[in-house]
């Protein structure tokens, strides 16, 4: 794991499973605008926690690019999962501030929500076709400009499903918040 610490707030970056962080409050779900299962992130999410978690969720869909919605974690070890609508590349535009506006509502809600530690995934990068290389200064940028709002999240963890994308994330990490 690496780690940056940054007006406060811890950042790490691990490869792993979003559904698998049992230590963090609440995970990001790289949602689809009717909150339903799915591939990647979403569908390892629903699988993990259960009917419950598209149950509580439907009545908050249809949710539009950029947008982020909270609901209870049910079988996952978390308290909360926020769902993010990201953009699809070439379509959503513009993307990159939709992209940037996920990571930036999601810490919002969670500072809202008195939630101390976020995990997200990449977010777009998976089916939605966002290049990792452009994705990943947005997200990182958009978390840098965020932390010096949050009162209560206090660790920020990046969970990357490969090795080429966490060594993206440390490279980047590194430019934007400077050494570890």
Do not use: W
Request: aromatic share 6%; net charge negative.
């Amino acid at each position: 794991m690496t780690e940056f610490s940054q007006d406060g707030v811890t950042l790490q970056f691990v490869q792993g499973d979003i559904a698998a962080q049992d230590d963090v409050e609440a995970v990001v779900n790289a949602a689809n605008a009717q909150l339903r299962t799915g591939g990647g992130v979403a569908g390892a999410l629903h699988r993990a926690a259960g009917p419950g978690l598209a149950e509580e969720g439907r009545p908050m869909a249809p949710i539009k690019p950029g947008e982020v919605v909270a609901t209870g974690g049910h079988g996952l070890p978390n308290d909360a999962v926020l769902h993010a609508l990201g953009p699809v590349y070439g379509r959503d535009s513009p993307s990159d501030e939709l992209l940037a506006r996920c990571y930036r509502e999601a810490l919002r809600l969670a500072d809202e929500r008195g939630i101390a530690s976020v995990a997200f995934p990449a977010l777009s990068t998976g089916a939605f076709g966002y290049p990792m290389a452009e994705a990943t200064p947005v997200a990182l940028g958009a978390v840098r400009r965020m932390l010096p709002e949050l009162e209560t999240v206090r660790t920020v963890r990046f969970v990357l499903f490969g090795e080429d994308a966490l060594a993206m994330h440390e490279r980047v990490a590194g430019e934007v918040f400077g050494g570890a």
